[in-house]
């Protein structure tokens, strides 16, 4: 039987064979193959139809004209692209987009990695499980809730911290964190930490929980410490897991990377007197195309900013592939 | 184990099928939808008819474009009865944002009716594809329906019909006809009685006496935030705008040309004032980071604020607000400045638009010649004669049977805000005169003062127009930029972030927008004055 296959190749069988053989796998598999197609059906409709709509970035549409007015539109070539260069703010927006996303990339990625390898580390299921609940639980909360509390710890007039610290006679004047430019960045990325770093560590927890523990019980045979274990054990597992993450945060970095939510923290915390740090494209785009109903200029700015990402997310897994052979595809 | 294999497998396929339908029919829901709506609006008329023929309630949809709306629902005395006169009934939906409508035009998916006071959407909605011409729906199913041709003519659009008849306008005649209690609204400060008294009465007639009580107020009550002003730009400046003779935003009229108010120097005094305010200390600047009135007044109801700059009804509503803790306020005089100056250039303000959408065109302009008549004006804004008001004596007037001044008793009744569904800024007007009311006090001496110039508020530009986007891009500027202003740490500062935001409005093209302003204004009056 072996050697009758392996003198037959599949592609000298005959073709009736051939169907057979497809439509008795495929019957077989029609469970599965139900679930592939869905999940086609569903990327179909809502990731690559709405691609349509990028059309509009280059034409004079109006909402008013409805969805046919996508094709029907006069082409305005690159219009609304010379708009948003040519925008006042357009120099302030594209700093502030990139090193509120850097700033976040860079202080927010390590966090969940040191803080699953210290949970690790603890020996107190307790602890454990109490510093684990706490520091997950906030992904919970929505952003709109976080800037209230946000607002009831730092407001100069009304504020706890604030009123805590005057009160102690540690500050004379109130700290002005919601409304002071040069804050903005610092309350973006702490609260943003805060609100994310526990729910990322599940996945590096996972990650550790993974790492035979023989590999351990040699590194101590050998004489290595706590600190050598860690350095030599425990991250050299994860570094599949740590260069995934990196990527995906990499690619939606505009976006806010791994803590997310760029655009929800400057529409909720973001004022006229922070402006000058805290405006960034996506909300700028989200005044000037829903606000004002300029769909075909949000377009055209959103596009500039997905074009951005694709760039950042095939360098960042070209160069993980390079350097450490780990990549996404 | 066999056995169990093959009593999933059939599950497994009907759940995979029912997600697959799930997903069919939630992609096509929208368009069955709008089909089927689309349908009976044309075959309507004939089947499901107005109320009075069947006796059965027609319920319509109306969406509300304002996220502080305070009804959220068609509840109350009042709704009740107009439901009963007209056999309406209106399940509300309130906006949760300002975007929400812009994306609801661009999905097609209206409702039944909408109202809206903002510019681009009222100039968005006038047009045939979304909203029935109201002349084509009297023409059709109200012929008895008669609108006065000014109310038409300032609503009327570009291609020549009018979809809406804004709220809050009235005749030149009918300004007339009831000057005596007709008031005009605007803004105003609201300054606490109490601390007013403590520091003996001390007048505020100019500009520098309200310094000194701001001053006297920050040295004796050093906890409390002399002034806060409503996070609404329009009423944190309007104030101090008209003491300058300042225009707020937009064009003004001067000496016949339209002008915008960027480049007059009644607004760089206007900014320069209210930067010595913050200077002073008597602002602070968390004020301007204040997103909704809420937070604001709650500055003022706790007993932190002294003064808030809001409107001329200010001191009567924070009154009414803060009956638990004692607190009562008193408004301001009006005119403090030998610079004031008010012009009203309001030629109404939202209106109501009956979608393409619309399951019942004819209940629905029925019930809007109902709301616009002036028993149903007075039902909407007022109540029911006899049981909520009666007319005054000379029945120049309504006398309220409950407090006008309290927005949870309005709320309760469902009063007033329907009214603005289709009411006059003369019955608005009719129904806040209430004799030794702070704010009826304050409309006197502001009605005095004002002037009336409707054409300046018909230069409009159209939606989706380069004007429009023009006009858009400068006042969002002007939001982000005059926060700098305010906030400046000298005067010469603030003289800099002027020209700079001045500047900026030029770059944005500023000077064409006016070039066509000033056509369209010659236009304007040539149609006004006919």
């Known amino acids: 039987m072996l050697k009758t ?9 005959n073709t009736s064979q051939q169907e057979d053989t497809f439509t008795k796998r495929f019957r077989k598999q029609i469970t599965v193959q139900i679930f592939v197609w869905l999940g086609l059906l569903f990327l179909l409709v809502f990731s690559y139809l709405p691609m349509f709509g990028i059309l509009m970035a280059f034409k004079d549409y109006k909402i008013t004209s409805g969805i046919a007015g996508i094709f029907t539109s006069d082409w305005v070539g690159l219009r609304y692209f010379k708009e948003l260069v040519n925008d006042y703010n357009f120099p302030n927006l594209v700093r502030n987009t990139l090193v509120l996303s850097i700033l976040k990339l860079v202080f927010s990625f390590p966090v969940p990695i040191i803080l699953a390898i210290m949970l690790t580390e603890v020996r107190s299921s307790f602890v454990k499980r109490f510093v684990q609940t706490a520091s997950y639980l906030p992904h919970f ?34 700290l002005d964190i919601l409304t002071n430019p ?113 769909f075909a200029f949000a377009t055209a700015i959103d596009l500039v900013q997905s074009f951005i990402s694709v760039i950042l997310i095939v360098s960042s897994n070209a160069i993980a592939k390079r350097f450490s052979g780990s990549s996404l595809y | 184990m066999g056995n169990n294999k093959t009593a999933r497998k059939p599950a497994m396929i009907l759940l995979a099928v029912t997600i697959l339908a799930g997903l069919i029919t939630g992609c096509s829901g929208n368009n069955s939808e709008n089909s089927s709506t689309s349908t009976s609006a044309s075959g309507t008329s004939e089947t499901e008819n107005n109320t009075s023929s069947t006796g059965k309630i027609v319920e319509l949809k109306l969406f509300v474009d304002q996220p502080w709306w305070p009804l959220k629902d068609w509840s109350g005395s009042i709704p009740e009865e107009i439901t009963k006169q007209t056999g309406v009934k209106l399940n509300i939906t309130v906006a949760t944002d300002e975007k929400q409508l812009p994306l609801m ?156 108010t960027l480049r007059t120097p009644e607004l760089e005094k206007m900014y320069l004032y209210m930067n010595e305010l913050y200077r002073s200390g008597y602002v602070k600047a968390e004020n301007f980071a204040y997103k909704n009135e809420d937070q604001a007044k709650q500055i003022m109801t706790s007993g932190k604020g002294f003064a808030y700059a809001w409107t001329i009804e200010g001191a009567d509503r924070l009154t009414s607000e803060t009956k638990a803790s004692g607190y009562k306020w008193v408004q301001l005089p009006v005119k403090i400045s030998d610079t004031f100056k008010v012009e009203n250039y309001g030629s109404g ?74 009411g006059s800024a003369v019955n608005e007007a009719l129904g806040n005169y209430v004799p030794g009311t702070e704010t009826t006090k304050a409309s006197q001496q502001l009605s ?20 429009e986007v023009i006009k858009n891009n400068i006042a969002t500027m002007m939001q982000t930029e005059e926060a700098k202003i305010y906030l400046a740490t000298s005067e010469e500062e603030a003289k800099k972030a002027f020209a700079n935001m001045a500047q900026q409005a030029d770059k944005m093209g500023l000077e064409n927008l006016e070039t066509w302003a000033n056509t369209k204004y010659a236009e304007v009056k040539g149609n006004f004055n006919q």
């Open chain 2, 448 to 467: 005095e003062l004002i002037t009336f110039k409707p054409e300046v508020g018909l230069v409009q530009p159209a939606a989706d127009s380069q004007e």
């Open chain 1, 182 to 294: 040069n804050s903005f960045w610092g309350l973006a990325v702490s609260t943003a930490i805060w609100k994310e770093a526990g729910w990322w560590t599940i996945i590096f927890l996972a990650a550790i929980a993974g790492i035979d523990p023989s590999q351990y019980e040699a590194a101590q045979m050998d004489g290595a410490g706590r600190l050598k274990r860690i350095m030599h054990v425990t991250l050299p597992n994860m570094k599949g897991s740590i260069i995934v993450v990196l990527i995906l945060s990499i690619g939606s970095i505009l976006g806010g990377g791994l803590v997310g939510s760029n655009f929800e923290q400057v529409m909720l915390f973001g004022n006229v007197l922070n402006s000058e740090t805290s405006q960034i494209i996506q909300t700028y785009a989200f005044n000037a195309g829903l606000a004002q109903g300029r």
């Open chain 2, 105 to 260: 035009i661009a999905s097609g998916d209206l409702p039944d009716l909408v109202v809206t006071g903002t510019n681009a959407q009222l100039k968005r909605l006038a047009d045939p594809s979304l909203s029935y011409s109201w002349q084509e729906l009297i023409d059709k199913y109200a012929p008895d329906f008669k609108i006065d041709p000014q109310y038409i003519a300032v609503n009327t659009a570009d291609d020549g019909s009018y979809y809406t008849i804004r709220n809050n306008f009235s005749t030149s005649a009918e300004w007339k006809a009831n000057e005596k209690y007709a008031l005009n609204t605007g803004a105003g400060i609201s300054v606490r009685s109490d601390i007013m008294e403590e520091l003996g009465n001390p007048k505020v007639e100019t500009l520098s006496d309200l310094n000194n009580l701001f001053a006297k107020v920050k040295d004796k009550h050093p906890e409390m935030v002399p002034l806060v002003l409503n996070p609404n730009p329009a009423w944190a400046k309007g104030y101090f705008a008209t003491q300058f003779g300042a225009e707020k935003e937009g064009f003004g009229d001067k000496e016949g040309q339209l002008v915008h």
């Open chain 2, 349 to 422: 303000w939202q209106g109501v638009f009956i979608s393409k959408n619309n399951k019942n065109p004819e209940a629905s302009i029925k019930l809007m010649q109902f709301l616009m008549s002036e028993e149903g004006q007075r039902l909407a804004l007022w109540g029911i004669e006899g049981q909520d008001y009666k007319m005054s004596d000379d029945g120049g007037y309504p006398v309220f049977t409950y407090d006008r001044s309290s927005d949870e008793v309005k709320n309760e009744k469902g009063i007033y805000w329907w009214g603005l569904l289709a």
């Open chain 1, 141 to 174: 909360i929505s952003w709109v809730v976080v800037s209230g509390i946000g607002f009831a710890f730092f407001s100069t007039e009304t504020g706890l911290i604030n009123n805590a610290l005057m009160s102690l006679g540690l500050i004379d004047q109130p």
């Open chain 1, 5 to 13: 296959r392996t003198l037959t190749p599949s592609y000298l069988e």
